[in-house]
């Protein structure tokens, strides 16, 4: 439902967004701003936590296949290995150090929103790997495609840890053809996709009783409290996790404990909450052969090899043009 007061004067587009999100019915936030240092940190725990098996699920693929992947992405020369949403890296540096072992010769293209996060990841590159070649792109992975457009080597595009899953389908869909309006015949892509499993190992792996994963989710509205001089009461939010086995969709949502009025000064508005009242935050996709050759083939791409995790069920597949 669209609202239809009259906006005041916003600027940057965490302002726009936090004002569209919490004056709509219902009330969303997008997860993209859950990455500021504190995030990015909470996140990465969240990462070595046992029950988010996503990241050992991918590390044990690349691990496994880093011989096989080497030879698929390097056997027509010279490469730009572009990551979206690069975030650590920790998972990539299997095939960095695999690829400079090799002496094979690409230059490493990590896109991330969070400027911390990249220039952490450019540090530890220069120490762990220092005849990679990196060249860190900040930005939205929209804005990055665009810059990457123009670059003249071939093509191997990562888009790992199922960070598709935090797209809409026909947002990941869009996002898809993009990436292929800019491919070329020889160029990859190389996408995680968490598969749909038993519900309850997807619900604890978003919802772990230490409850990082509730901080993590929390952290938009600390942003908001600190960048827009907002007075979110943190503890008065829960976090919930829902996910529906049929679409496979894991969301996250903050409930509103009580009714409260909340005060955003940077925006000039007062946000009113009734008790139970929700923001939905995050969608976390999780994926069947059906999903994924349906997304192929709405953005025009070919599968041509996949791999997969010996335990819980996750993904990596291959597109070319
Ligand atoms: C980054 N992204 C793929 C993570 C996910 O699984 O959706 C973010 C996350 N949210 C809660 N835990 C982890």
């Not at 009259?6 to 999100?21: C, D, W």
């Not at 899953?165 to 990941?172: I, M, R, T």
């Not at 009580?258 to 000064?265: F, L, S, W």
């Given at each position: 439902?669209?609202?239809?007061?009259?906006?005041?004067?916003?600027?940057?587009?965490?302002?726009?967004?936090?004002?569209?999100?919490?004056?709509?019915?219902?009330?969303?936030?997008?997860?993209?701003?859950?990455?500021?240092?504190?995030?990015?940190?909470?996140?990465?725990?969240?990462?070595?936590m046992?029950?988010?098996?996503?990241?050992?699920?991918?590390?044990?693929?690349?691990?496994?296949?880093?011989?096989?992947?080497?030879?698929?992405?390097?056997?027509?020369g010279?490469?730009?290995?572009?990551?979206?949403?690069?975030?650590?890296?920790?998972?990539?540096?299997?095939?960095?150090?695999?690829?400079?072992?090799?002496?094979?010769?690409f230059t490493?293209?990590?896109?991330?929103?969070?400027?911390?996060?990249?220039n952490?990841?450019?540090?530890?590159?220069?120490?762990?790997?220092?005849?990679?070649?990196?060249?860190?792109?900040?930005?939205?992975?929209?804005?990055?495609?665009?810059e990457?457009?123009?670059?003249?080597?071939?093509?191997?595009?990562?888009?790992?840890?199922?960070?598709?899953?935090?797209?809409?389908?026909?947002?990941?869909?869009?996002?898809?053809?993009?990436?292929?309006?800019?491919?070329?015949?020889?160029?990859?892509l190389?996408?995680?996709?968490?598969?749909?499993?038993?519900?309850?190992?997807?619900?604890?792996?978003?919802?772990?009783?230490?409850?990082?994963?509730?901080?993590?989710?929390?952290?938009?509205?600390?942003?908001?409290?600190?960048?827009?001089?907002?007075?979110?009461?943190?503890?008065?939010?829960?976090?919930?996790?829902?996910?529906?086995?049929?679409?496979?969709?894991?969301?996250?949502?903050?409930?509103?404990k009580?009714?409260?009025?909340?005060?955003?000064?940077a925006?000039?508005?007062?946000?009113?909450?009734?008790?139970?009242?929700?923001i939905?935050?995050?969608?976390?996709q999780?994926?069947?052969?059906?999903?994924?050759?349906?997304?192929?083939?709405?953005?025009?791409?070919?599968m041509?090899?996949d791999?997969?995790s010996?335990?819980?069920?996750?993904k990596?597949?291959?597109?070319?043009?």
């Open positions: 439902m669209q609202n239809t007061n009259i906006a005041p004067v916003v600027t940057t587009e965490f302002e726009k967004e936090v004002h569209a999100g919490l004056t709509d019915y219902p009330k969303h936030l997008s997860s993209k701003y859950f990455y500021d240092k504190k995030g990015d940190k909470l996140f990465q725990d969240i990462m070595a046992p029950t988010y098996y996503l990241t050992d699920c991918e590390y044990e693929i690349l691990k496994n296949n880093k011989e096989k992947i080497t030879e698929l992405f390097a056997n027509s010279t490469f730009d290995l572009i990551e979206l949403g690069a975030g650590d890296g920790k998972k990539t540096k299997i095939l960095l150090k695999e690829f400079s072992d090799k002496n094979i010769d490493y293209v990590p896109i991330d929103i969070s400027e911390n996060a990249l952490q990841l450019h540090n530890s590159c220069k120490k762990e790997l220092p005849k990679v070649n990196v060249l860190p792109i900040q930005g939205t992975y929209f804005e990055a495609l665009k990457i457009k123009h670059r003249k080597n071939r093509k191997v595009i990562l888009f790992l840890g199922s960070n598709i899953g935090n797209l809409e389908h026909d947002q990941a869909v869009g996002f898809m053809k993009k990436i292929q309006q800019l491919m070329q015949p020889n160029d990859l190389l996408i995680g996709f968490d598969q749909k499993k038993n519900p309850k190992t997807i619900l604890d792996a978003y919802n772990d009783q230490e409850g990082v994963t509730a901080a993590f989710n929390k952290n938009i509205l600390a942003r908001i409290n600190t960048e827009l001089d907002g007075n979110f009461d943190l503890s008065q939010f829960l976090h919930w996790e829902v996910y529906n086995p049929e679409t496979g969709s894991a969301k996250s949502y903050l409930v509103s009580i009714e409260q009025n909340i005060r955003i000064e925006l000039d508005l007062t946000i009113k909450f009734k008790q139970w009242e929700t939905h935050t995050e969608i976390s999780k994926y069947d052969d059906q999903i994924i050759n349906w997304l192929a083939k709405e953005s025009g791409l070919k041509t090899t791999y997969q010996t335990e819980y069920g996750y990596n597949c291959v597109f070319k043009k």
